[in-house]
């Protein structure tokens, strides 16, 4: 019998398949604000133009496919361990990656970051125009020639290395009275830092959280529980200018792990249009019973305050959930008093809200 080769026909496959997989993005549930769209963002990644593992343009696919608006490439300006394979060229990660972000319709700041031994420490520039000027030695100078180009600065990982980690020294007090220091990261990749958490609240900084990724994020899509740390910025159109206007301006929330961190201001919406509570659909002379839907990609934990509804309630990400809710007038409508305990308005404290149960 004649052998048939299927071996080509595989591969057709498999390259089809390949292809068709990069074409296929999965939206991050995380609904829009009134008044603004709600963009998730990674503001501080890595590639082989400092100490990164892939190419730019990875950078660009991965983040479209996992459902991000926009991200920054930041490639370290002053650590560069493949310059023997790769020469230094600081604008060179960006003007790799727009054209692809431009097909795929995401936002790509230009961004870099400014690599010092603590203090001061690591500082990412984003929104350049050039990312040569600042390759020079003075600190405030390189701070300065960032924001003279109208760049959007914020403070990395501030607990990061060094003796004096963790502490705002007077070089930050510097840089926050000359309004050269627009943000700190609260979540760098894995670690959460509650004093800077604080001083955002305090300063009246913008919180971020990026991955601050490296190596290929190798996740197609996200789950609750397997995410990159992100930025969610509430901007009023999705466009570079929008962001960085919402940025400066503070209007940010961090997703990590399985909470939302920043303030009540934009926790309070976000948790409002995140949860619906529908109109009971049964009830009897001591209870009814309602539907709660929650639309977003996060689990939702809530202590009870007041006295109405069950003592803890978890409405799992993109779900309904059913509850019973025991009380004394089922005919009117009811408020229950709650803490959303992984939504974060300072470390270990908790959006109060209220769910409002319509009359049946
Ligand atoms: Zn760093
Ligand atoms: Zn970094």
């Not at 408020?335 to 149960?357: C, D, I, M, R």
Request: glycine share 6%; net charge positive; aromatic share 8%.
């Amino acid at each position: 019998m004649k052998k048939v080769n299927l071996a080509p026909a595989i591969m057709l496959v498999l390259l089809w398949t390949t292809l068709a997989r990069a074409q296929v993005r999965y939206e991050i549930a995380f609904p829009d604000l009134p008044g603004y769209r709600t963009l998730k963002c990674d503001l501080h990644t890595h590639t082989v133009f400092s100490d990164g593992a892939v190419w730019p343009t990875v950078r660009v696919n991965e983040a479209w496919r996992q459902g991000l608006d926009a991200i920054s490439v930041t490639d370290h300006i002053e650590y560069q361990p493949h310059k023997d394979d790769l020469p230094t060229k600081h604008n060179r990660p960006y003007e790799l990656a727009v054209g692809p972000a431009k097909q795929r319709n995401l936002l790509l700041p230009r961004g870099t970051e400014i690599t010092r031994d603590t203090p001061p420490g690591h500082f990412n520039a984003i929104f350049l125009s050039d990312v040569n000027p600042l390759e020079t030695k003075n600190f405030a100078e390189v701070i300065e020639r960032a924001n003279q180009q109208g760049a959007f600065v914020f403070w990395c990982h501030h607990a990061w290395k060094g003796a004096e980690r963790g502490r705002w020294l007077e070089v930050h007090t510097t840089l926050y009275e000359n309004k050269w220091l627009h943000g700190m990261e609260v979540c760098n990749g894995d670690s959460y830092y509650p004093e800077a958490h604080r001083w955002c609240l305090e300063k009246k900084l913008a919180m971020l959280g990026n991955s601050d990724i490296h190596d290929p994020d190798l996740r197609t899509r996200y789950t609750p529980a397997d995410h990159r740390t992100l930025t969610l910025v509430f901007a009023k159109q999705r466009t570079l200018a929008s962001l960085k206007e919402a940025l400066v301006e503070g209007r940010t929330a961090v997703w990590f792990k399985d909470q939302i961190i920043g303030r009540k201001e934009w926790l309070g919406p976000l948790f409002g249009r995140c949860v619906q509570v529908a109109k009971p659909h049964l009830r009897s002379r001591t209870a009814v019973w309602v539907v709660i839907r929650n639309v977003c990609d996060l689990d939702i934990r809530l202590q009870r305050k007041g006295k109405l509804g069950p003592a803890l309630l978890t409405l799992p990400a993109r779900t309904t959930y059913l509850v019973k809710i025991n009380t004394s007038k089922p005919g009117e409508p009811a408020k229950l008093s709650y803490t959303a305990a992984n939504f974060l308005v300072a470390p270990e404290e908790g959006l109060p809200v209220t769910l409002q149960v319509p009359a049946p």
